[in-house]
């Protein structure tokens, strides 16, 4: 479009809004109204999208502690860490955005995104602390709190009302609040967290396989054709439906932002729960030689973390001239990845 031909559309309208407005007091305060109702919807939005700090998981423990006049016996800290996180994802500025149906959390998409990754992670956590971190083995009975909390973290993260998203996780919340007071008391023996090294296996073998998946999704936003490799290593494996040799693997465009923001919602959530693990597993991780390693997943995570100066997402190729910011996250993924499979292995030995 010629400037010329921008110029006239901008006096059509300037031409037109003054037209509009001297039509009287009304219309004025009308058009007043609407324009400090749009200013506060961007400002919220902006502010609304601030994605929280991180806490200090000794000090959260220490805290809680003190409050309710308990020891931190094992598991104390992994479990206030869990209550903390779940309470930030409801108290942060603006609340629980993903279930919004009215402006500004309608319009906002990258903190629903970053809601949605701590809340897959502590899905993972919950379920662990109910199938294993609670049981000293399979034949044990799970612990009734916890049988209540962990479909509480799991039910519809888009449900607005009746139930309410929020509502259903602050009472997945209390029972966890529930099982941390039985946890800490010595006369209530039925409430357990066992720090086993198999224990621990199992939960990180959840945590590998959603980073896993999110190195692909971020890998995957320039496009690529791969090799199948879906029945690679065993002769006899079959698949239920025939596919192509090569596969074609491209995140949609408009996804690219939500994978992106869905990876650092997921990695500050692991953060937190990693440094809490640290602290009730140290004895274990110790005798495993394996505390440097956890340290390293944890760095490598915290470098997914550093502040983004871009307005925006970019997606430029692999070599091009602009950046990709979806393969700079995938990369420190994926190296938090293969540091999680190196900790396995040590937690695996003898």
Same mark, same amino acid.
């Given at each position: 479009m010629a400037?010329?031909?921008?110029?006239?559309?901008?006096?059509?309208?300037s031409?037109?809004?003054?037209?509009?407005?001297?039509?009287?007091?009304?219309?004025?305060?009308?058009?007043?109204? %609407?324009?400090?109702?749009?200013?506060?919807i961007?400002g919220?939005?902006?502010?609304?999208?601030?994605?929280p700090?991180?806490?200090? #998981?000794?000090?959260?423990?220490?805290?809680?502690?003190? +409050? @309710? @006049?308990?020891? @931190?016996?094992p598991?104390?800290?992994?479990?206030?860490?869990?209550?903390?996180?779940?309470?930030?994802? &409801?108290?942060?500025?603006?609340?629980?955005l993903?279930?919004?149906?009215?402006?500004?959390?309608? #319009?906002i998409?990258n903190m629903?995104?970053?809601?949605?990754?701590?809340?897959?992670?502590m899905?993972? &956590?919950?379920?662990?602390? !109910?199938?294993?971190?609670s *049981?000293?083995?399979?034949?044990?009975?799970?612990?009734p709190?916890?049988?209540?909390?962990e479909?509480?973290? =799991?039910?519809d993260?888009?449900?607005?009302m009746?139930?309410?998203?929020?509502?259903?996780? *602050?009472?997945?919340? *209390?029972?966890?609040?529930?099982?941390?007071?039985? &946890?800490?008391?010595?006369?209530?023996?039925?409430?357990?967290?066992?720090?086993?090294?198999?224990? %621990?296996?199992n939960w990180l073998?959840?945590?590998s396989?959603r980073?896993?998946s999110?190195?692909? !999704?971020?890998?995957?936003?320039?496009?690529?054709?791969?090799?199948?490799?879906d029945?690679?290593?065993?002769? $006899?494996?079959?698949? $239920?439906?025939?596919?192509?040799?090569?596969?074609?693997?491209?995140?949609?465009?408009l996804?690219?932002?939500?994978?992106?923001? +869905?990876?650092?919602?997921?990695?500050?959530?692991l953060i937190?729960?990693?440094?809490a693990?640290?602290?009730?597993?140290?004895?274990?991780?110790?005798?495993?030689?394996?505390?440097?390693? %956890?340290?390293?997943?944890?760095?490598?995570?915290?470098?997914?973390?550093?502040?983004?100066?871009?307005?925006?997402?970019l =997606?430029?190729?692999?070599?091009?001239?602009?950046?990709?910011h979806s393969?700079?996250?995938?990369?420190y993924?994926?190296?938090?990845?293969?540091?999680?499979?190196? %900790? !396995?292995?040590?937690?695996?030995?003898?």
């Open positions: 400037l010329a031909d921008l110029k006239d559309r901008w006096t059509d309208f031409v037109d809004v003054r037209a509009y407005l001297g039509g009287g007091t009304v219309s004025k305060v009308i058009f007043t109204l %609407l324009v400090i109702y749009l200013l506060a961007i919220l939005g902006f502010y609304w999208s601030l994605e700090d991180s806490f200090s #998981v000794k000090e959260n423990a220490s805290r809680l502690a003190a +409050e @309710q @006049q308990r020891q @931190q016996v598991g104390y800290t992994t479990t206030a860490t869990l209550m903390r996180v779940a309470e930030t994802l &409801l108290e942060k500025p603006g609340g629980y993903r279930n919004d149906v009215f402006p500004p959390g309608l #319009v998409d629903p995104s970053w809601e949605y990754g701590v809340l897959i992670q899905r993972d &956590l919950s379920r662990a602390m !109910r199938k294993d971190l *049981r000293s083995q399979s034949q044990s009975k799970e612990d709190d916890l049988a209540i909390a479909p509480q973290f =799991n039910f993260a888009n449900s607005w009746l139930p309410s998203s929020e509502k259903e996780y *602050r009472r997945g919340i *209390r029972m966890l609040e529930r099982y941390l007071d039985r &946890l800490s008391d010595p006369q209530q023996p039925n409430a357990q967290f066992y720090t086993r090294a198999d224990n %621990l296996n073998a959840d945590v396989a980073l896993g999110l190195s692909q !999704r971020l890998s995957a936003s320039v496009g690529k054709v791969r090799i199948n490799t029945l690679a290593g065993d002769s $006899s494996a079959t698949q $239920s439906t025939a596919t192509s040799d090569e596969l074609l693997v491209k995140t949609p465009w996804q690219i932002d939500d994978v992106l923001y +869905e990876s650092r919602g997921s990695a500050w959530a937190h729960f990693l440094k693990i640290e602290i009730d597993f140290k004895d274990v991780l110790q005798k495993k030689n394996a505390l440097v390693s %956890l340290r390293q997943i944890i760095r490598e995570l915290e470098a997914t973390q550093e502040t983004m100066w871009s307005p925006m997402v =997606n430029g190729s692999g070599f091009g001239v602009l950046a990709n393969l700079v996250m995938a990369s993924i994926s190296r938090a990845n293969a540091a999680i499979l190196d %900790l !396995r292995a040590l937690l695996a030995q003898g």
